[in-house]
């Protein structure tokens, strides 16, 4: 049997997979390849960090994956890949980036981020030029590859007691309102970083470091410790709140359910009628509840981060599988129309007032609303499942691989801890390792009779407690 090694991160607190990377795990499942899943947080002190925990044996970790001898590891964004893993493993390296930016877990910058054996997938195709620019060796190596969906979730009809739905997360703003108060004495510096927010939100893949400096922000980040490339991450999470905000207030009367993170909360003192819709008692965690909301939904909106420019997010292809007519932001290069044609059905909203216009229109036309929702479902009946994603990984490596049983192993990262002295010694037994380790007669006992495992132990022991 076939062996990948997937070191995967999650945001979830509980520190499961969320639905969508589940069920891409359970698909290599459907093919004669044993998994070895790696939870990427397991591995690090946070997703922020740029080396792994001060626990983890980096040597281990290798070795642990060349002696799989994998097809390939397969990470997303990045995560858990080290410069060491860049230079010693011995098969490919597959990085799915499902968000725009990347994590730096190896310890440099972007310029030392990847290497010839990487192989990238985006699911934005405009961010296939734009990954092979910033990181040239990756050329010819970077890969479109649209998210996935299961039809199978979405066969049972339920009755639809919910007009509109929304599912997703009010983004983290935090550190961006920090940096407003401490510098709210200079006037001029609030004012550029509010440009080059304007200048973001018209154009996402302007060039970074020129605006930086015709704003004179450089020093200003530098004392700050941000990187320019997390400041933009900061900023696009301020604008991409913003939108979801207004666009959601704009149809919180039409019957909206929405769901996501907790901090929607917050949201009570701008819009009462948001906070009215937002069911804080319910989080959208499995499979099983997202096919379920879809499936109660006439209407369910798309209303993506920023840094999704032209692509569109997973939870897009979930929605056209289902029984809920898609309602989608219009951008004139947007991949509905490459992958679907420009003709597509799906609706399309410009601003707050088209988007409300579209869902009461959709609301009193249930028949039409059926209609397109069957056009949608023709869609992503072909090349859409995970079963495709996980052949198609293979492809890219100049690989086949058919249909077969295979199975998933969740990896226990304490295999790649650094040996310490876990236990305290008394000074007689700290003696008898000593002189143990110290005595040729007894070394040489040692190394007949005990196993090598125990020896390098007693080893770490003796000079754990030589130096204390």
Known sequence: MRNVVAIIHTYARDGELGSYMYELIQAFAQYPVRLHLIITNHLIPNLNSTHLHPSICEKKLVNFINDLNPDFVFTTNRGGITKMMMRELECPIITWMVDRIPFLHHGGDHSDLFCKKDYVITSSHKNVNRLETIYPVLKN???????????????????????????????????????????????????????????????????????IEAYSLADFLKKENIDIYKFKGLLANTISSSTRFRLLDAIADLGLKLYGTSNWLNVGPYSNRLLHAFQFDTFIKTREQLATLYQRSRIAVNIPHIQAVDGLPYRVYDILASSALLISNYRENSDLFRLFGKD?????????????????????????????????????????????????FYEIIGKEINPGKGEIISVDVSIFQKLTSSIIYNPIQNRIIHLLLRSSYLKKMAKNFLPNKMIEFLKNVYLVNKKS
């Open 141 to 211: 190596r970077v890969f479109f590859l649209p998210f996935a969906t299961n039809l199978h979730d979405f066969k049972t009809e339920i009755e639809k007691d919910i007009n509109v739905s929304f599912i997703g997360t009010l983004f983290y703003c935090g550190r961006i309102n920090e940096l407003f108060n401490k510098y709210s004495h200079e006037p001029a510096l609030i004012q550029s970083v509010i440009q080059l927010m304007q200048d973001i939100e018209s154009n996402y893949d302007l060039d970074l470091s020129e605006k």
């Open 344 to 392: 597509m059905p799906v609706p399309l909203y410009r601003n707050e007032s088209d988007l409300r216009k579209k869902v009461s229109y959709f609301l009193k036309n249930e028949e039409e609303r059926l209609a397109i929702v069957k056009q949608c479902n023709q869609l992503v009946c072909k090349n859409f499942s995970f079963n495709d994603r996980v052949r198609q």
